[in-house]
């Protein structure tokens, strides 16, 4: 059957789940109706919507600066017209997966800085969590409001070739890209004209009103209008953009270090005519960074005796500090058994099975199959310091094996997993290109709230599976439909 | 996207804001006062017989070494080159813009998303290698009002954008404290020319250039009908109240600013720089040409320059240091 140019041209990965193209060799229901759109569209017209896309980021500034020779050179995060579409059901699925997810996280987070009951009753080992370089002693026995630990999340999944989700990982330390799933959504009610309301796409705007109705909530002062402010590391951090849209979106003070002082156990916000006393920090710089003098004494992006305010119960901090004992890729594996051990259910989201090098046994069925395995650092980000197997020279295999067996503890290992494929708007064609999906979870003491969408990421690549905006990825709209 | 329904801090504004708007400011400001002085000077340049000479205006708007201003005093077009896109000098307008830029994007939530994607455009306008390339090449004069116009834009957006709050004080006393230092090193410059050349004095265009590239030159025929006088120029362009680059004008509107500042403001801190800003503004409207000539010109135009960098130095210690 005749389905559109744009359809007919496009040839789907083998053995890899495609969001748009059905068994059947038909378009699947839900992406029919984009489709059939971008079909009444020459290649002139999606052309010039890609010009529009690129012209509206760059005077809208959103960009990150690449420094070059002492010269900044302002790019643009790669971004594809056609949208990533997820159903109401698959939704549906994916969001009682990561509530019961993260649920159990924040259960382990509590436990882990009080009683850790989880350790003393076997279940995780206690090796992985002390070896774990996010977990901190400062945090112990810190009583945090409301015993919510993870008030941001944004857990990468990605779906296997039968189209099964999987956690990839657990980012529950300052995520980041939300401003993306919203400026991208902005981006698209400009290309595609009509198109969002026909499809009965959800909107995400209510993500800015949920996150500032959380942060007001933690107010340790019972008062009407309580300070709560963004803790930047400044101009120069490369998620700067997000960080301004957030406080503009919000209408909050977007701080940095520089601008906040402790006195007496409370934060301050230096204004012009004196301190401020400051409730609530959302903070976008890292653990190791917030206080010198009790974390990393040469920061500059911190404010000194901020961990002493907060030990106080004088300020709220968001996330909370230390989150990154279980993000950590080696505690990762034990994320199942979690929700069984602290909610008595059978997790909704599955794991990628996941080996650990530090374990003797695994690491030796691990460098015998270097070929079909993705090898990871356990606290690396960004898609830096990994090893894809099945790409990689002997030598560049046999380099990395000497590194893990440095400290074997550090690296995971797991097998080459098929990120699912969707269409890319490419040079006048459609082509299928790797995607993950970035929800972002709000918990606050209501629960857990999780806008339908996210962000899409892709592998701009022709047949890359790495997603990181750091190594060729890009970004989609993210549509879940009513 | 930008309607935040929560605005209304009722808070205080960040020192480290404050320092940014103004600053932000001034650099605008001072981009738009060079604009102008670079056309009007490329046009007369276009229309002399003698060598035209670059160099007050290099004096007046850039850091550059002696052997630096002289070898450019004379080629037109390396000094537009230098003062616009120049990246090694600091205070050529592709760098004072980076530092405007650099200030909005720090304090991208205490200006509208209007001014600041205004902002953005005029730098990506002045980074455009194709400007550069224009610059060189074609009509510069078409080039300077392409850019000329990016600054009238941005007076327009923060016009009709921008909160009547804390916030647009600061950026008004640093926009008019930087037009107030321009006119009066123009006119410092520009008299100071007149010692070593007695003949200026009498030279009509001399005066008429003036007067256009500070956009008096119209105001200047309606007021005086006897056509170009030295001592006329000086009037308007220190005591003319009407006249919105004059002297007199900028230290009234940095007053009334200011004033502003008070419901916000440390009271101490606040009697300290009214006083002092209530003491320049007197100075000023209680001269006349006559008493100026008295004193001598570069005298007057260095004390009152001096209490503008004053005003300055206030600022920074009493509103934006803080510590």
Redesign the interface.
């Given at each position: 059957m005749q389905e559109s140019a744009y359809f007919d041209q496009y040839s789907p990965i083998n053995n890899v789940w495609d969001e748009m193209y059905g068994a059947d060799n038909h378009v699947r229901e839900h992406y029919r109706k984009v489709i059939d759109y971008i079909s009444n569209e020459s290649a002139d017209d999606l052309n010039k919507k890609e010009e529009l896309a690129k012209r509206l980021f760059?005077?809208?500034?959103i960009t990150f600066t690449v420094y070059n020779s002492g010269?900044g050179i302002?790019k643009i995060f790669p971004f594809d017209i056609i949208p990533r579409i997820i159903t109401a059901s698959e939704w549906a699925f994916v969001e009682k997966g990561i509530k019961q997810r993260l649920t159990a996280l924040n259960h382990f987070l509590k436990d882990i800085y009080h009683n850790q009951f989880i350790v003393k009753d076997g279940i995780v080992p206690i090796d992985i969590i002390y070896s774990c370089p996010h977990f901190l002693r400062e945090m112990y026995q810190l009583q945090v409001p409301y015993d919510i630990y993870i008030h941001i999340s944004g857990i990468d999944l990605i779906r296997d070739s039968d189209g099964t989700f999987y956690v990839l990982e657990d980012n529950l330390r300052t995520p980041s890209g939300v401003s993306y799933m919203?400026e991208n959504r902005?981006i698209t009610k400009r290309l595609f004209p009509d198109l969002l309301p026909q499809c009965g796409v959800r909107s995400v705007?209510e993500y800015?009103?949920i996150l500032?109705k959380n942060l007001l909530a933690l107010s340790p002062r019972q008062i009407a209008?309580p300070?709560i402010v963004l803790l930047s590391p400044?101009?120069y951090n490369s998620a700067?953009f997000e960080h301004?849209t957030l406080?503009?979106?919000?209408?909050?003070?977007?701080?940095?270090g520089?601008?906040l002082?402790v006195k007496d156990h409370k934060v301050y916000?230096?204004?012009?005519?004196?301190l401020?006393q400051v409730d609530v920090i959302y903070r976008r710089v890292d653990d190791e960074y917030l206080d010198p003098l009790v974390f990393n004494p040469s920061s500059m992006l911190g404010v000194a005796g901020i961990m002493g305010a907060y030990r106080k119960g004088n300020v709220a901090i968001v996330n909370a500090i230390g989150n990154g004992v279980a993000d950590d890729k080696a505690v990762y594996v034990y994320v199942p058994e979690m929700i069984r051990y602290y909610l008595n259910e059978e997790p909704i989201l599955k794991n990628v099975p996941t080996h650990q090098l530090g374990n003797r046994e695994e690491r030796e069925h691990v460098f015998k199959n270097m070929n079909n395995m993705v090898i990871k650092r356990t606290n690396g980000s960004g898609g830096y310091g990994m090893l894809m197997g099945h790409a990689a020279s002997d030598e560049e295999i046999s380099d990395y094996k000497k590194e893990i067996l440095k400290d074997p503890r550090n690296f995971i290992a797991q097998p080459t997993i098929s990120l699912s494929a969707a269409p890319c708007y490419m040079q006048g064609v459609l082509q299928p290109r790797r995607i993950d999906l970035r929800p972002y979870a709000l918990c606050g003491p209501d629960g857990i709230e999780i806008v339908p969408g996210g962000l899409t990421r892709v592998a701009l690549k022709e047949g890359s599976l790495v997603v990181n905006s750091s190594q060729g990825g890009g970004s989609k709209d993210t549509w879940v439909l009513a | 996207m930008n309607n935040s329904p929560f605005r209304g801090l009722g808070g205080n504004m960040l020192s480290r804001v404050a320092a940014s708007l103004y600053w932000l400011s001034r650099y605008v400001e001072r981009s738009d006062g060079m604009l102008r002085m670079l056309k009007i000077n490329y046009a007369s340049s276009q229309d002399t017989i003698q060598e035209f000479t670059w160099e007050p205006m290099v004096r007046i708007f850039a850091d550059s070494r002696e052997d630096e201003t002289e070898e450019l005093k004379n080629d037109s077009r390396a000094v537009l080159k230098y003062m616009i896109t120049g990246k090694n000098n600091s205070n050529s307008v592709l760098n004072i813009i980076t530092f405007a830029r650099e200030n909005a994007r720090s304090v991208q939530e205490h200006i509208t998303k209007d001014l600041w994607q205004c902002l953005n455009e005029y730098y990506h306008t002045v980074k455009d290698l194709k400007l550069d390339r224009a610059l060189q090449r074609e009509d510069p004069i078409s080039v300077l009002d392409v850019l000329i116009k990016q600054v009238m834009l941005y007076y327009g957006t923060v016009e009709i954008t921008m909160e009547r709050g804390e916030g647009r004080s600061f950026m008004n006393i640093g926009k008019y404290l930087e037009r107030a230092i321009q006119s009066v090193d123009i006119l410092d410059t520009k008299f100071g020319s007149i010692s070593d050349n007695p003949d200026l004095l009498t030279d009509t265009t001399y005066w008429k250039h003036l007067l256009l590239s500070l956009g008096g030159y119209e105001l200047y025929l309606k007021t005086y009908r006897e056509g170009f006088e030295a001592e006329n120029v000086l009037e308007q362009v220190v005591l003319n109240n009407d006249f919105p680059r004059s002297v007199i004008y900028s230290v009234n509107h940095i007053q009334r600013y200011f004033e502003r500042l008070k419901s916000n403001s440390n009271m101490e801190d606040f009697r300290e720089m009214s006083f002092q800003i209530g003491r320049l503004q007197s100075r000023i409207k209680y001269s006349s040409v006559r008493s100026i000539r008295t004193d001598g010109l570069h005298t007057f135009l260095t004390q009152i320059r001096s209490e503008l960098y004053g005003i300055g130095n206030a600022l920074n210690e009493h509103y934006f240091a803080n510590s």
């Open positions: 760059m005077s809208q500034g010269e302002e919203l902005e705007t800015p009103t500032y209008n300070n400044g101009i700067y301004t406080a503009r979106l919000m209408g909050v003070e977007l701080v940095e520089r601008d002082v916000m230096k204004t012009t005519t004196g401020q | -």
